[in-house]
């Protein structure tokens, strides 16, 4: 696409493409003047869908980091926020920094962009030191009213604790662009609950704040409030999803209790009044689901989330005389309301499935039918990873059985050859090896990019497929850039000497790679030293684009190599890097995490505030031990959960005293990894326990009020007794 640019018509040029502009390479975009990169956002923009997952942007990581350092090295970016908006969320906080002062002098403006949560800390800050009008123009915020500390909204409910003010102080809170960071939300509980007025807030809080108060206190919420809370977590669901499993069941548990569930059938009543809280009911009320609401209403049940014990009850369900009866006398019309319910059949039900019924249009069908789901609102935060997995080998199952890949008997099929539009419709890992093998080369070809990033191949596949990679394009050595992209998951059955020879020259191969976080270190140090000998750098002239583009493959550097890369460049790569579960070493972790405290960086780590810790994602896993050690709450707020997890168990029991980790959110230590929790003191694992307290299940109010170190579970506790007594 490059080869039919020119430099002169560019913008033109550009526009004339239409959609085939997401073919342009980073390169060429780094190439272009500040003018014609603004002219290149807007086609963008225009002409391209949400290409990359898991960005869902219409730009990938590279680019979207090389245009954004790129544009915010200018002056004149405060100028030009709508035209960078689509990138806000991907601008580094380094290049957002600098440029405060002006954002702040166009306040009124600055105010209605949406955003990150560091980077609105950052600007809010800077209100406070040029202007100290926090107090004064809080509500004229906008999307900035995020990044507000507790300490500003202490002062500012000090000065007017009026119910007035304190709503629209909610209201604001509510009408922010992205998810508020878990310790705003925490700050704002324990702000709000001594007021007396508290208990008529729920409304006003919204779900996703709400969500946040601990379960201590929700269960002893009256009808009338625990009905307020169901209706807030039904009309946004996205915020209850997000909660981790055991969070969901018993929170339902507590709300079906209030509501008196426990006896008698589950009604259609009852299930719609839950809606997306309904499959987390306890196994013994989900089974006494109506039956004809059940049969009647299958499309309306199928957007729901359901875990595997409720899979298993629904696929019994559906089996039963009343509903559709045995799969042997299953229709084509029963098979259209099922769905995606059929995956959550046991395979041997499901090979007794009529083979006539499972032609190739209808097991299609059923993949688009678990596909939509899956990349809808609720399918998006429902399943995890062995939810998924298993629902997969019921699919890939389907596939092989009613495809004629499994021979069961004389009446199986022969086998088909599959067409990338039929690869594309199912899943390429639901295929037999032998499957790519059959394909002609021009399928093939056509789909490789499909299959490279499908992450259920097993090793097997990607094996047979490599081989047929190499019959089509030859030895690793002579893969073009295009092959290494569309390769994806493939590429990590190459050897360590393979890998050596690709030539990696170009952010978009370097990138695919750098995506896979399943390299063994040989592979991430061959890797690191291909890229290196193909575009001729050296580790202290990689770019931050480059970094980006590195992804997991920065494991590969030696220390020696990590030290001497350039500072600032890092820093604007580490909004990226941070989102990662590096396999790096704890050295090489700490060297990382040590190229960020420079002057031109972010400077001293003791000067780090919450905003640069969310920066850094899982990077902060390789602090010092020292600097660990002496966080405070503000910083300790800012550390991701993947971070926690990621802190070796030795270290991690070494660093954090009781105190500190008494200031741990929910997150931070449920994220905690059995190795971790192994290696910690008995103190230390009360500290951990204290803080999942007010979570647990079955808990006793007067042991969990008299065990629990936050005052914001007792006090609210007895608020809340005395709500309900008065």
Request: charge should be neutral; include cysteine.
């Amino acid at each position: 696409m490059d080869k039919l640019l020119t430099n002169a018509r560019i913008p033109v040029q550009l526009e004339e493409l239409g959609s085939l502009i997401v073919g342009v390479k980073t390169e060429t975009l780094l190439s272009l003047t500040s003018d014609k990169l603004l002219s290149a956002l807007k086609v963008f923009a225009q002409h391209t869908p949400a290409r990359c997952r898991p960005y869902m942007s219409v730009f990938c990581a590279p680019e979207a980091n090389a245009i954004a350092t790129k544009l915010w090295g200018f002056p004149e970016v405060v100028s030009w926020l709508d035209d960078v908006e689509p990138l806000l969320r991907w601008t580094p906080l380094i290049c957002i920094l600098p440029r405060t002062p002006l954002l702040v002098k166009n306040l009124s403006n600055t105010a209605t962009k949406p955003w990150k949560t560091q980077q609105a800390q950052a600007i809010v800050k800077a209100v406070n030191i040029y202007t100290n009008q926090i107090k004064q123009h809080f509500l004229s915020l906008g999307t900035l009213g995020q990044g507000v500390s507790c300490q500003d909204l202490h002062q500012l409910l000090q000065a007017d604790r009026s119910p007035s003010f304190v709503r629209k102080i909610l209201a604001l809170l509510r009408q922010q662009p992205g998810l508020l960071h878990t310790a705003l939300k925490r700050c704002v509980i324990e702000e709000l609950y001594p007021l007396q007025f508290f208990a008529d807030l729920l409304q006003d809080l919204g779900a996703e704040i709400a969500l946040c108060i601990p379960m201590d206190i929700i269960r002893l919420f009256p009808a009338e409030m625990m009905d307020i809370l169901k209706k807030m977590i039904v009309a946004s669901p996205q915020y209850f999803l997000m909660l981790t499993r055991i969070q969901q069941e018993i929170l339902v548990d507590k709300i079906i209790q209030r509501m008196n569930m426990y006896t008698g059938p589950f009604t259609e009543e009852e299930f719609r009044s839950l809606d997306i809280l309904a499959p987390f009911v306890a196994d013994e009320v989900f089974v006494q689901v109506d039956r004809s609401f059940f049969a009647k209403n299958l499309d309306y049940l199928q957007r729901l989330c359901y875990s595997s014990s409720k899979m298993e009850i629904v696929a019994r369900i559906l089996q039963e005389p009343a509903v559709f009866g045995p799969v042997t006398n299953w229709t084509q019309d029963t098979l259209s309301v099922v769905g995606r319910f059929l995956f959550f059949l046991p395979s041997n039900v499901l090979q007794d499935l009529p083979l006539s019924l499972m032609t190739v249009g209808r097991v299609e069908k059923l993949f688009m039918s678990q596909r939509q789901w899956e990349d809808g609102d609720v399918g998006i935060l429902c399943s995890d990873t062995n939810e998924r997995k298993d629902v997969f080998s019921k699919q890939q199952f389907v596939l092989q059985f009613f495809l004629g890949f499994l021979k069961m008997n004389s009446l199986s099929l022969s086998p088909i050859v599959p067409t990338c539009e039929i690869l594309r419709t199912t899943a390429p890992s639901a295929w037999t090896s032998s499957s790519f093998s059959s394909m002609s080369s021009s399928a093939f070809s056509n789909c490789l990019e499909l299959i490279g990033q499908d992450p259920f191949l097993a090793s097997y596949q990607r094996t047979e497929i490599l081989k047929r990679v190499k019959k089509m394009y030859g030895p690793a050595s002579s893969f073009s850039q295009s092959v290494i992209a569309q390769l994806g998951g493939i590429a990590v059955e190459l050897s360590p000497e393979e890998l050596s020879t690709l030539r990696l020259t170009e952010r978009r191969s370097i990138s695919a790679l750098g995506a896979l976080n399943t390299w063994n270190k040989r592979q991430l140090t061959a890797l690191f030293t291909a890229v290196l000998n193909s575009t001729k750098l050296t580790p202290s002239k990689l770019d931050s684009s480059m970094l980006v583009a590195l992804g997991h493959i920065v494991c590969g550097a030696q220390i020696a190599e990590i030290n001497t890369f350039n500072n600032v460049e890092f820093s604007k790569a580490v909004l990226w890097l941070g989102k990662l579960n590096l396999s790096c070493s704890e050295e090489q972790m700490g060297a990382l995490v040590g190229l960020l405290t420079n002057s031109l960086a972010f400077g001293l780590m003791s000067s780090w505030g919450t905003d640069v810790f969310i920066e850094i994602g899982a990077l902060a896993a390789g602090l010092p031990d020292i600097v660990m050690s002496s966080l405070v709450k503000e910083q300790i707020e800012g550390i991701s959960p993947m971070a926690m997890s990621m802190i070796p168990p030795k270290k991690f029991s070494v660093v954090f005293h009781q105190d500190q980790i008494n200031m741990f959110t929910y997150e931070q230590a449920y994220a905690l990894t059995p190795q971790q929790r192994a290696a910690l003191t008995d103190v230390q694992k009360r500290a951990i326990d204290m803080v999942l307290t007010c979570w647990k299940r079955n808990i006793d109010l007067s042991a969990g009020l008299a065990q629990s170190h936050s005052p914001l579970c007792i006090i609210l506790g007895l608020l809340m007794v005395l709500a309900i007594r008065f």
